[in-house]
């Protein structure tokens, strides 16, 4: 039997996850506030997040995807889609480690 998948949130709280599960997925069955204006379609920017750890653990971008990062703020080589970042595998380092842009956690706070 092979380790539990677990992402934690920077700055929060550590969670097991299921392979097919997305980054936003996660956050949303464990109250993490993830803004996803679109629903989780890969039609805005909102679900912006950095992996820090893990990401050998993650599917591949998509066009789509990089698509909308071009219109996010904050963007990095370790960007991704909460929506669209998803599970494929147990991480090498044994966590998949996400931070949240402070900005994204202030903008659902204050209900915009």
């Given amino acids: 039997m092979s380790d539990p998948i677990r992402v934690r949130f920077v700055d929060g709280d550590e969670f097991e996850a299921a392979i097919g599960d997305s980054i936003l997925d996660v956050a949303l069955a464990h109250g993490i506030d993830l803004d996803h204006a679109c629903g989780g379609v890969c039609a805005c920017s909102t679900c ?15 066009d789509d995807e990089e698509d909308q990062l071009d219109e996010a703020r904050d963007v990095g080589l370790d960007s991704r889609l ?3 970042a998803k599970i494929l595998r147990a991480p090498a380092g044994g966590v998949i480690a996400v931070r949240i842009p402070s900005w994204n956690v202030n903008l659902v706070r204050e209900a915009h």
């Fill in 48 to 62: 912006h997040v950095r992996i820090v750890e893990g990401a050998d653990a993650l599917n591949e971008s998509s």
């Fill in 82 to 84: 909460g929506c669209q």
